[in-house]
């Protein structure tokens, strides 16, 4: 894994940089921007992390999470780069950075998505990496910048999230012995998964039980829907949905599970898929995108109508790839 040498060189020459990652943040997007963010502070240069969404409750531990926001037109008057995170195409990062100064300053994106549409002016896209803080950390490591236990603990906390802690099917031994060299500079992985996968509240479980109780299954396909009414009996957030795609997964005779979350009149839907199937390009043709085993879309409709798209392209992919 080699970032190329145009972006080492904008990277180590910027003396201020603002870096962005997507909409709805996960781990590793929060992880790859507080952890790349603060090893080039470390480096002395000046560093603005944005984020069009707020950081989710169980990453708010993460040094510096506080400080993300929105970003302010100051700073992308200021920064001489802009370095986007974890996302595949300009709509993953929402559309107040089309703007003029934005596209007048060098756009460098780092990102493992195999959809990734390479919208940046320096593309440095690995699909076989499992998380874009993996790339993070061959990044710091190969430029020599600072890699200490802050960095770190950011740095992990991407990896071990994006790969489930260690579970997916791209976990190879270099993601293995990029944590390693992580827990050695001194981040903690029980400190880590205890903060992300111990965060859920009785409005979730209430959730869950909800969605739990409608998930339908049908030529090993197996899904379900959050509509705002449960959101609204249960207390929830969308965001309470996070996961619920990864237990549906773990479906005996299933090859995809789906779940579709109502939201401000569009639906959002995460898809994971076994080893030997591929959705993402169902993801993409829905106008979204992802990795072969997870990916996702927001698409305008009701849950009724994207049911319908989702599940009719899910099952032409099926057969096409042999499965059904
Ligand atoms: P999630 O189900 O939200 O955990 O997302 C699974 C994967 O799909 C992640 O790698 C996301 O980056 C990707 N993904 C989710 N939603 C979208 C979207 N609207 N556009 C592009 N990629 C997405
Ligand atoms: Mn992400
Ligand atoms: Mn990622």
Not at 28 to 41: H, K, N
Not at 102 to 125: E, M, R, S
Not at 160 to 179: G, H, K, W, Y
Request: hydrophobic residues 45%; charged residues 20%.
């Amino acid at each position: 894994m080699t970032p190329p040498d145009n972006l080492k060189t904008l990277i180590l020459e910027a003396q201020r940089l603002l870096l962005i990652c997507h909409v709805t943040p996960d781990g590793d997007a929060i992880g790859s921007l507080l952890g790349l963010g603060w090893s080039l502070r470390k480096a002395g240069k000046q560093v603005t992390l944005a984020c069009p969404d707020t950081t989710p409750t169980e990453l708010q531990f993460l040094p510096g999470a506080d400080e993300i926001g929105p970003a302010r037109p100051e700073a992308l008057a200021q920064a001489e780069v802009i370095v986007i995170l974890d996302s595949s195409d300009r709509e993953r990062i929402a559309n107040q950075y089309a703007e003029a100064p934005f596209l007048a300053k060098p756009v460098i994106v780092i990102d493992h998505h195999v959809t990734n549409v390479l919208f940046g002016d320096v593309n440095w896209v690995e699909p076989t990496a499992a998380a874009t803080a993996q790339m993070c950390a061959e990044l710091i490591r190969q430029l020599g910048l600072p890699l200490d236990e802050e960095v770190a603990l950011c740095l992990l906390t991407g990896i071990v999230t994006d790969t489930r802690c260690f579970r997916t099917s791209n976990t190879t031994a270099e993601v293995l012995a990029a944590a390693t060299r992580l827990i050695e500079a001194g981040a903690s992985l029980a400190d880590v998964t205890e903060r992300v996968f111990r965060d859920n509240s009785l409005a979730r479980i209430c959730l869950w039980a909800r969605a739990l109780g409608g998930v339908q299954m049908k030529d090993r396909v197996i899904w379900t829907e959050v509509s705002r009414e449960m959101l609204k009996a249960c207390g929830a957030g969308t965001r309470d949905t996070t996961g619920l795609a990864n237990f549906l997964d773990a479906t005996r005779d299933t090859d995809v599970s789906i779940v579709l979350v109502e939201k401000n009149g569009k639906v959002e839907a995460s898809m994971r898929a076994q080893r030997g199937v591929d959705i993402s390009g169902v993801a993409f043709g829905l106008g979204g995108g992802g990795h072969p085993q997870a990916a996702g879309f927001t698409r305008q409709g009701t849950l009724a109508e994207i049911r319908e798209q989702v599940l009719s392209a899910t099952w032409a992919a099926l057969r096409e790839q042999g499965r059904a």
